[in-house]
Structure formats: C-alpha cells, structure tokens
C-alpha cells in the first residue's frame, strides 16, 4: 500500500519535559524542531517543567518524540518526558506561550557554562558586531546561575536587569530563530556591560582598551585581579617564578598548588600528560580544574604546584578571558580564586579593591554584577573515572537525584569545604563549595548561599541536618535556626553520611559494607574516627572495625604539624621516641619530645584518633621529613605524589586484634607492624618512592582484608568506598582492585565529592531515610 491510498492519521499529543529546560534555548529547539517537521502546537512553562503540545501526522508526531531527546541542546539536561495523547484541535501553526509561572518550580537554574563555540568565533571575528566584546552569550553558553536573583530566571531577576537591549539585540531576543532568543544576559557593545582597568589604590589607569592593558601588566609580571563569573581571580603570569613567588607571599598562601589557565586543549597537552577522559573534562562547559600529571620541563614555574606530580589546569570559559590568550604573548596564567586563605571569593568591586588593595596590582573591572559567588570547581579522574573534588561554578544549582524522597530538608555539611544541601522529593540541590566554617565571614556566605537557594528552589525546610560533632559552627547554627522556626533537627555521624552518600549516588538501601577513609570526623564514642569499616544502612550503621587508636599529641596541632601524629603513631607502635634515631626522623628536640610524651601518658591534650588521614599525615612526616603542613592533607598528597610511578609491590603488614560481632565489638586494623617494617626500609636505604608505594599497598590490604572479615561476619558483599582519602587515586586504585580480587561489587563516588564537600549529600539520604523509617 502507498501513503496516497492511505487516509493520514494526525495525532495530538501532549508531552511535560522534566529537568533543566529553562535558560537553556530548549524553547527555540522545540520551535525549530517543530517547523521542521511540519507540526502545529505550542510550547510553554508548566509550573513543574516545560509542556509541549505537538499535532500532525502521527510519523511526524514519533519522529519529533524521538529527536527531542536526540538532539536537545547542548545545555539542557531532560530527565522525563511523560507523553499522552490529547484531542486534535486542527489548529495551524506553533507558537511559543510566555507564561506567568505559578507555585513551585522545577525548571531551576541553569549552571554557569563556557563559552560556546559560535560565541567564540564571533568574538575573535573583525567582521562581527560582537567583535572583542568581552560579554558576548547565546542560549547555549554565559553565566547563570551567578548573575541570578530568583526565580523565574528571566531578564528582570538578573543582573543584567540594569542594562537595557538596544534594538539589535532586542530583535535576536525576540526571535524564535535565532540562537539569542530569549538569551537573558544577550548583550553588546551598544548595550551591554563594559570593562575597564584599575590601580591598586583605585586609581583609574586610562587605557583605549583595558583588556590590553591588563595584558601589558600580566606579561610584565605584574598580579591582577580580574574580575570574572563567579567572584575575582588572581592572575600572574604562569612561567614568570618571582611573579607567582611574589603573588604567594602577598596572598599568604606558601604551599598549596595554584590552578593554571591556558589556551586551549593543545596548550595543557603540552603542559600535562592527558588521558582522553581528562581531555572530554577540560572542554565540558563546566569548565573544571583538572588536576592532571604534570609533564617534564613543562615551562610552568616551580613556584606553581612544588612537591606534587600533577598540576591544576583548566581552560577559558569567558569571553574576557579568551580575550586574554587571544595575544599570543599570553601562554598561561595563574588564575587563583581572590582571597585570603580560605575567605570567601570577592565579587564586588569596591569589595573587592579593599579587600585585594595591598595583593593586586591593577584591577580589570566591570559593571556586571555577580549575585553569587562561586568558586571554580576541582575534578580529577580516580581510578578511570571523572571525580568532583570541588563541586562550584558549572555545576550549582544543578540536582543530584536521591533515590528515596525527601520531605523539605536542609543539611548543613561539615566544618571544612562546606557545602550545604537543600532537598525535596527526589533531588538534592548542593550549594557552591563555601570553604571553611570557622568564622563569621564563612558563616555569612553560608547564610547569603542558603537564603538564595531556598528562593532559587523555593523549599522551606522542616528538618535541619547537622553534624554529630557539637562544637561545629554549623552544629551550633543549625540547632540555633531549627529552634527559632520550630524545625525537627536530625543529628548524623560523619563516617555514616559519607557512606549513605556513596549508596545514594547508586541507589542502594543496604546494608553494605563502608569504607568511610578520611581525617577527622566525630565519632559517636566522642573520639575522632576516620579508618572506619561500618556496616551501613541508609538509616542506620555499626562499626564493624577501625584503625587502632592513637593519640594526637596537641590535639588540632597534630594536623598542621604532622611530625606530633608522626611521634604519636611511632610511640604506640612501641619505638623509642626519644632514641637519637627517632629524633632525628622526626627533626624533634629532646626537649620537644618529652613534652609530648608527658602529654601522650597523662592523657591530656592528646585525644585518641583512629583517622586514617592522620596515618598519612604521620608516615609522610617520616619518609618526607615533612614537620609542618601549610594546608590540609598537604603531607599526605605529597606521599601519594612520591609513589606515584612505582609499580605495585607487597605492602607492609596490618594485623587484626580483637572483635567481636556477635557483642557488635569493633575489630582494631593494628598498624604497629606495618611501622616496623617501615623502619626497617629507612635503615636499609629503601627508596623512599617505594616506601610510599609499599604504605599505600599496606593500607589497601589492610582494609581489603578487614572488608573480607566483615562478609564472614554478615554475608554482605557490597562495598562503598568514601571519604577525603578516596581523593587518593592510588588508594582508591588498590582498594578496587583487591575488593575485585576477593569478589566484592564495589561502588565510588562520581557525581559527588567523597570529601566533606559531599557530607550534606549523605547527611539528606540519612534523614530522608530515618524519617521514612527502615524498609522491612
Ligand atoms: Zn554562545
Ligand atoms: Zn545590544
């Protein structure tokens, strides 16, 4: 039969796209894939999600059905499509509905994303009105998230509110073909924002063209501050020492490695040695840091990333900074978040000048302001497979999807890297990484982050989540702000939290065994914990076994100075501390040394900890000679660094003491023995890569055979990995490999960090799931 014998049948169907669908030109691709295929109908907002009305031949109705997701916008990410067949209406045409949006909304925001590629090519095009225009978007590409007030996101509740589109851009904006439809920030040099440059005393420093200006500065050696989507970076010139050395010191910041901006994927080749997938991660419109390998002679200054094998590298993802490598005197800058230690990012100007008078020495400014600061985000690929260690700018507000639902809660994260959690129904929105809570600065972006997220979302908590430990700030506030509003409040151990997060991101309900490796958390025996081998539930844990405890001489001194974990590990694994040996080692005086001895045998300052960070810290103390840390985890990043190239060999022994399942008495993972063959290295003149290589294989056994234990116990054979120490790719690679070995199904964390900027995500699945009640 032929089509003409046929009579056509014309469907109409109705279709409610879920997921992020809004600012992202998903409109205009309906429209267009609507014409295309010759359907009337409609498109407009719905109040949870987009609603597409198409109606024509049915083959034509099933043809669009099928590229709507096919070919979606390279922004837009659809998680449903529920489709029912409507009545036919015969009307011609199809037309997009601009909608009032009523009640709760599912539609969010989008993430920040790079430049696309169109944009750029019309940036560096002479012949184009855009031509330099260091502000240029589409629907495909330009900030979000951080130029946005509240939701709806459209025009009026960003700030591009204040610039009024010229007639040009006027005219893209209002029409349905063209990639700036409904573009909110679409702007132009007639129009839009405008930058200019600085003095460090703020000073105006007349320029024709303040990107050139600035350009001038950077090669020169000079810092400045740019400013850019989610707050102020700094900027120097990345193979310039005494620059970067001079950045440092103004900034106060001595050791810890500075993320390097260069051109373009064939730029960071010929920095970094990249594996494909870290290759796809570089040009993400995300636009992560990635920390890769770095290469021999790679022309990057020392001062950069001292004492570690990789290097945080990442690519452009605003015009203005495109406009930068666009002069090919410009091959790779520093380009760190602008602040002091772990302060929030500035994203003022006036703020920003105050704040960054006495670091920058010129300033490029502009009048676009940033609603919302957001750091640039940290990935890495651990053991094959992309992993978020800073989860920022790109990424927020995008949901996480929970696999039980959650009544209206907040999770508060921990103390260090926060991150809080807002979370309804099935998703979890994370906030931007907001750094350390230790102080009212940190405390302040807390509650400016929350307050916009909980518009942004519009979910009112009716339970707050917070850490076990009580002296947290975020322990404290959150008991504070539940009373004040009458919330419930839900308290969740930290080693717990990271495992529930683990099984949440794999939709698991437990019971598996965790591993929750990591530095510090509060223990429910009021101990610090973090070589923890649990048994998890979502709701619920027991600990199955734990690193031996060891005492942590000077307390919080022991993780800045982490020759005090170094003494501590080595006294309990029964050495002489005070043999000349010892001192040595550890670079200790006499004097020094009885002091922390006193402290270990009377028990005071010296609380007991079975963390498995503080293990790192302690052997890199001794194999390094590492006294004193300038950031967190340094040591232990350095030790990973030092084994980096060496093949896999015996580890050093663990032992298991102890335990008993059946009275849920926890098994202890002895690392004395593992010390002692340690030592016995040092004094055979052992290569201290293959120390480091055969700690790590130590380690990794250890807890593969504690895992083995804790089947026989329970019959269990699934394992989540989490914790900071997971960030450790070679860890994270031994403890995959044995677990395999021995038949275990083994999960990690991919899209959530398995640090503490991933505590909230765990701490929500915990309380959605003890509110609920357990599964019988
Ligand atoms: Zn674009
Ligand atoms: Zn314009």
């Given amino acids: 039969m032929t089509e003409e014998t046929q009579p056509i049948r014309v469907l109409r169907a109705a279709l409610l796209v879920r997921g992020v669908v809004q600012g992202v030109g998903f409109r205009p691709f309906v429209y267009r894939l609507a014409l295309e295929e010759g359907l009337a109908g409609f498109i407009g907002n719905d109040t949870d999600g987009v609603t597409i009305e198409v109606e024509g031949p049915v083959d034509r109705v099933e043809a669009f059905h099928a590229r709507l997701r096919a070919e979606a916008p390279p922004l837009a990410r659809i998680d449903s499509v529920v489709a029912r067949e409507a009545a036919a209406t015969e009307e011609k045409g199809f037309r997009i509905v601009v909608s009032e949006v009523l009640g709760r909304v599912n539609t969010g925001i989008p993430a920040d994303a790079a430049t696309c590629l169109e944009c750029l090519h019309e940036l560096l095009d002479p012949a184009d009105r855009r031509y330099r225009y260091p502000f240029l978007n589409c629907t495909n590409c330009g900030p979000r998230f951080t130029i946005t007030r509240r939701i709806p996101y459209d025009r009026p509740q960003t700030s591009m509110a204040q610039f009024k589109m010229c007639a040009a851009c006027q005219a893209e904006y209002d029409d349905p073909l063209n990639r700036r439809f409904h573009a909110q920030p679409n702007a132009c040099w007639e129009c839009g924002p405008r930058v200019w440059l600085v003095g460090a005393n703020g000073e105006a420093i007349a320029a024709d063209d303040a990107v050139a200006g600035s350009i001038e500065r950077l090669v020169a050696g000079q810092i400045v501050a740019i400013k850019g989507i989610g707050g102020f970076h700094l900027s120097v010139d990345a193979a310039n020492n005494a620059a970067v050395m001079r950045l440092r010191e103004r900034k106060r910041r001595y050791g810890k490695p500075l993320a390097v901006m260069v051109r373009d994927v064939e730029a960071a080749r010929a920095i970094c040695t990249l594996t494909e997938t870290e290759e796809a991660l570089l040009i993400t419109s995300a636009r992560p840091i990635v920390l890769a390998r770095k290469k021999d002679g790679y022309g990057i200054a020392e001062g950069v990333a001292p004492g570690i094998p990789w290097l945080g590298v990442y690519l452009p993802y605003a015009p203005l900074q495109h406009l930068l490598f666009a002069d090919p005197r410009v091959q790779a800058l520093v380009m760190t978040s602008a602040n002091l230690s772990e302060e929030p990012i500035a994203i003022d100007n006036d703020e920003a000048q105050s704040r960054l008078g006495a670091i920058a020495d010129a300033f490029l400014m502009h009048d676009r302001e940033i609603l919302q600061r957001c750091d640039d985000s940290v990935m890495a690929v651990v053991d094959g497979a992309p992993q978020l260690i800073r989860r920022a700018r790109g990424f927020v507000p995008l949901g996480v999807e929970l696999p039980l639902d959650a009544p209206p809660l907040l999770a508060v994260g921990g103390h260090l890297k926060n991150v809080f959690a807002l979370a309804q129904g099935r998703y979890i929105y994370q906030s931007q990484h907001l750094g350390d809570l230790e102080n009212l600065t940190g405390l302040e972006f807390f509650r400016e982050s929350l307050d916009h997220l909980m518009r942004t979302f519009e979910i009112e908590p009716e339970t707050v989540v917070h850490d076990l430990h009580p002296g947290y700030l975020s322990t404290q506030w959150a008991g504070e702000w539940a009373r004040e509003r009458g919330l419930g409040l839900i308290a969740v151990q930290h080693h717990h939290a990271h495992v529930a997060g683990c099984m949440a991101e794999h939709g698991l309900e437990g019971p598996v065994i965790g591993l929750s490796l990591d530095g510090t958390g509060y223990g429910s025996d009021g101990r610090i914990w973090g070589g923890e081998v649990l048994i998890c539930r979502m709701e619920s844990f027991e600990r199955f076994a734990h690193l031996e405890y060891v005492p942590m001489p000077g307390g919080e001194a022991a993780i800045r100075e982490p020759w005090r974990m170094a003494m501590g590990h080595l006294h309990a694994a029964g050495f002489d501390v005070e043999s000349s040996e010892m001192l040595s080692l550890l670079g200790a005086s006499k004097q020094e040394t009885r002091v922390l001895l006193r402290m270990m045998e009377r ?153 503490d900027g991933g505590l909230s995500y765990g701490q929500v699945a915990v309380a959605a799931a003890r509110i609920r009640g357990p599964i019988q």
Wanted: aromatic letters at 6%; charged letters at 25%.
């Fill in 603 to 755: 028990g005071v300052n010296a609380p007991l900890t079975s963390s498995l960070g503080r293990l790192f810290d302690a052997a890199a103390a001794v194999v390094l000679g590492r006294r004193v840390v300038d950031y967190e985890a340094q040591a232990a990043i350095e030790l990973e660094g030092l084994a980096v190239d060496e093949a896999d060999e015996a580890g050093y022994a663990i032992e298991m003491l102890g335990g008993d399942w059946a009275a849920r008495e926890p098994m202890k993972i002895s690392v004395a023995p593992l010390w002692r063959e340690l030592i016995e290295d040092l004094r055979a003149g052992v290569s201290k890569a293959r120390i480091a290589g055969r700690f790590h294989a130590g380690v990794a056994a250890g807890f593969v055979r504690a895992a083995v234990l804790a089947r026989s116990a329970t019959g269990l054979s699934m394992v989540a990995l989490s914790g900071g120490c997971m960030h450790n790719r070679r860890l994270a690679r031994l403890l995959r490999d044995g677990l395999e070995t021995e038949g275990f199904q083994v999960f990690q964390h991919r899209n959530v960090s398995p640090g």
